[in-house]
């Protein structure tokens, strides 16, 4: 009985189901049913869909947010430094404010994020090979805002591992002697083989020749003089400063752009010429005596320089500006063949703070060993063969091997050495002595010399150059043209007063004009030297 009591109430229950079903059918219609249906779903997506990006954007970088606004944790990464929570304002009484900061920060300064903005950054694949661009071109780069940037600048130095104390060889009359193996200059001070091993044995206080041998300091009396009114503003603080070099008028002042407010306020620029550069710019810039400036540039000319080689001279303030400027925490240099186009600050945070390093400098974009980055100069008549054979010789029989992945996680033995962004503490000072006395001592070519140094001071201690991807390089410069190149290119020709459509773009193998567009050499341009001009491509993430 129980058993049939529970069929009918089955039965009465689908029967119930079906009427409801055939009621709401016969009363809406199918059609309506099914959009009701579709409806119903879309809003089920839609609601997903929002939980899904609000999650994503939680987590996603938001690079140009407001200073004022972020809120940030405690934790240390990426950076395993510690970083500054403090900085100069006009009335702090922190104790752990930055006494001599070149940066008024207007808003109180917040403190750093648990996580990095641009931890989520990654590069946008490549495309395909029909549509790539022939030859080294810039790629994105993630960078914070300035003012974010200068939040993560580290309270502390770099540690210098091993080396506390670096003092450089003073020496009014350096004498040459052969017997001794000694080589170089006299401004180098004619550094012996001996004093060249000595060099690279790390101690915690070391002496070593570095250039300006002579004079009372770096800059008087030495070679490469400076003029007495400049020489104390150089000994000033600066947290940063940018500085460059035209020797010879071998190129042209390129402004910087894109500089904040905050930046163009606090960091200087500083650019080093000739004498014969100096007449140069009187005559063809808005140079005065009065503002010694270019632009953003301030200008310092050197006196009695001690080379007749403009490229070796203009390795001294390339590798020596810790001596020029005792009193600078970072420098940013650029080759004059470059334009400045993204912030200082901006560049310090992506390439040292943000990787924990204190020194960076780009690979070369084609070459990483040195033996074939020597051959490529004597094709190119960088220099003169012999001076490069008797260099890579003399590397060769010190233990100087091609570069092979054994070396790894050191992924170049060639930079491309037109920007060095550096900390200046002890470790990277050395370092770049060094690297000034295989200048001074063998070829200008400091491609050659880069990996020498390098590698004989990570022999004795557990140091890293930071040595990123030239495509970044060219995201925060443009290369220009040497003035020579630039006054030999023929004028543009005018422009018509008839505005013509632009031709549709054609396949490769196409004649234009008579001229086919294979990419070929013609016999008129067999032998010369192409100058790329590339521009850079800069990108926020915003």
Not at 187 to 198: C, I
Not at 203 to 229: A, L, N, R, Y
Request: charge should be positive; charged fraction near 25%.
């Amino acid at each position: 009985m129980a058993h049939c009591t529970n069929t009918m109430l089955t039965s009465n229950s689908k029967d119930k189901e079906r009427s409801l079903s055939f009621l709401c059918c016969w009363y809406l219609g199918r059609r309506r049913v099914a959009m009701l249906l579709l409806l119903s779903l879309a809003f089920v997506v839609f609601v997903l869909g929002s939980y899904t990006i609000n999650k994503e954007s939680s987590n996603s970088p938001n690079i140009h947010q407001s200073i004022e606004t972020i809120e940030f944790g405690s934790n240390q990464t990426p950076l395993s430094r510690e970083l500054s929570s403090s900085f100069y304002t006009g009335n702090s009484n922190n104790d752990h404010t930055r006494g001599r900061s070149d940066v008024d920060i207007i808003h109180p300064p917040p403190s750093l994020p648990s996580h990095h903005p641009c931890d989520s950054f990654s590069f946008p694949p490549p495309p395909p090979p029909g549509f790539r661009r022939p030859g080294p071109r810039p790629c994105p780069v993630c960078y914070l805002s300035p003012e974010e940037a200068l939040a993560h600048m580290p309270k502390h130095p770099f540690e210098s591992p091993v080396l506390k104390n670096l003092t450089y060889i003073r020496e009014e009359t350096p004498v040459k002697r052969e017997e001794e193996g000694q080589g170089g200059s006299e401004f180098g001070g004619y550094p012996s083989l001996e004093d060249r091993t000595n060099s690279f044995d790390i101690k915690e206080s070391m002496t070593v020749h570095c250039g300006f041998v002579k004079g009372t300091k770096p800059g008087h009396q030495t070679g490469f003089d400076i003029d007495e009114d400049i020489l104390p503003e150089m000994d000033q603080f600066h947290e940063v400063i940018v500085a460059s070099a035209i020797f010879g008028k071998y190129d042209l002042i390129q402004e910087p752009v894109n500089i904040s407010e905050m930046a163009r306020k606090n960091i200087p620029f500083y650019m080093f010429v000739d004498e014969e550069t100096h007449s140069y710019l009187k005559n063809t810039s808005s140079y005065t005596e009065d503002n010694k400036r270019v632009g953003l540039w301030r200008i310092i000319v050197a006196h009695n320089v001690p080379y007749t080689d403009a490229r070796r001279n203009g390795k001294i303030p390339k590798l020596l500006l810790h001596r020029l400027f005792p009193n600078v925490k970072y420098s940013i240099w650029i080759d004059a063949k470059l334009q400045l186009v993204v912030d200082p600050y901006q560049i310090l945070e992506r390439f040292l703070w943000r990787t924990n390093s204190s020194l960076a400098i780009s690979r070369h974009y084609r070459r990483f060993d040195v033996f074939v980055e020597a051959e490529a100069n004597k094709a190119a008549r960088k220099y003169d063969n012999a001076s490069i054979d008797y260099q890579v010789e003399f590397y060769k029989k010190e233990g100087l091997t091609p570069y092979t992945d054994a070396k790894l996680p050191i992924t170049s033995d060639v930079p491309e050495g037109c920007t060095i962004i550096r900390e200046h503490i002890p470790i990277t000072n050395l370092f770049t002595c060094v690297w000034f006395n295989e200048v001074d001592r063998f070829t200008s070519r400091d491609q050659l010399s880069f990996a020498v140094a390098r590698d004989k001071i990570r022999e004795k201690v557990d140091w890293n150059i930071n040595m990123f991807l030239d495509c970044e390089r060219r995201n925060f410069v443009k290369q220009v043209y040497h003035r020579d190149v630039l006054m030999n290119m023929k004028p543009p020709r005018a422009s018509s007063s008839k505005v013509l459509p632009e031709p549709l773009p054609l396949p490769r193998g196409k004649s234009v004009g008579g001229r086919a567009t294979t990419g070929k050499k013609s016999s008129g341009q067999r032998g010369r030297k192409r100058h790329r001009k590339v521009s850079a491509g800069v990108k926020n993430m915003r």
